[in-house]
């Protein structure tokens, strides 16, 4: 498996309160991801990240943002958390050795906006 | 733009049936396509890909052909298996890209 770890694992949170998932990875990859999977929408991409403080947005960028201090971490924020950004969060990375090369996940975050 | 679309889930099997979970995409260049699967509690795995037209993917028993004239990646099993229970999302990567676009999954249980 591919050296990836997400945390927390699960979080219970307030509407408006902030609210930070971390990614990092021990494989030294380029890209990195955040996703968001929901019932019957497959995963989307929130942000994405091509190299050390390099980013962009995704198709569902509105309310989150990202930062890449390291090659290693990838933080995923949300400034004032709202219900519909319930959902269960997946990090990816990918290298860029070679064209189109698979993405490789992590286990999620449920993350719960009450 | 691009978009990949999925046979509607759940689908249900008895065990040793044969699999066909259909995947049809769109897409303004030449993509790559991929089959991942995903465990309940578990991220998600490449199970297989294919980068050109006519390629064929495989991998434990699955796979799946790269059909540009029907724009089409049809992921196939011939005998499932009760731990071949998961959830399967079509993929697509444009070239030079480097973002997936995923469909929306299909649920897949197999009974002994």
């Known amino acids: 498996d591919a050296g990836i770890t997400q945390s927390p694992r699960h979080k219970v949170t307030e509407t408006g309160t902030p609210v930070t998932l971390r990614c990092h990875q021990t494989?030294?990859?380029?890209?990195m991801y955040w996703y968001r999977q929901d019932p019957g929408h497959g995963l989307r991409l929130i942000h994405y990240?091509?190299?050390?403080?390099?980013?962009d947005k995704g198709e569902v960028s509105d309310g989150y943002s990202v930062s890449r201090s390291k090659t290693e971490d990838f933080l995923l924020t949300l400034e004032s958390a709202t219900s519909s950004q319930t959902s269960v969060y997946f990090c990816?990375?990918?290298?860029?050795?070679?064209?189109?090369?698979?993405?490789?996940f992590g286990d999620g975050t449920r993350l719960s906006i009450l | 733009g691009d978009s990949v679309t999925q046979m509607e889930g759940p689908v249900t099997l008895s065990e040793e049936a044969f699999l066909t979970i259909n995947c049809t995409y769109t897409?303004?260049?030449?993509?790559?396509l991929f089959w991942y699967v995903q465990y309940p509690g578990e991220g998600l795995q490449l199970l297989l890909k294919?980068?050109?037209?006519?390629d064929k993917g495989s991998n434990k028993g699955f796979e799946a052909t790269y059909r540009k004239e029907t724009t089409s990646f049809h992921l196939e099993k011939g005998s499932v298996q009760v731990s071949d229970s998961a959830v399967y999302f079509c993929?697509?990567?444009?070239?030079?890209?480097?973002?997936?676009?995923f469909g929306q999954g299909t649920r897949l249980t197999i009974n002994p």
């Open positions: 993929a697509l990567s444009v070239q030079g890209a480097q973002k997936l676009v």
């Open positions: 294919a980068t050109k037209a006519d």
């Open positions: 897409a303004t260049g030449y993509p790559s």
């Open positions: 990240s091509y190299g050390v403080k390099d980013t």
């Open positions: 494989e030294n990859h380029r890209y």
């Open positions: 990816a990375i990918s290298d860029d050795k070679a064209r189109n090369q698979p993405q490789h």
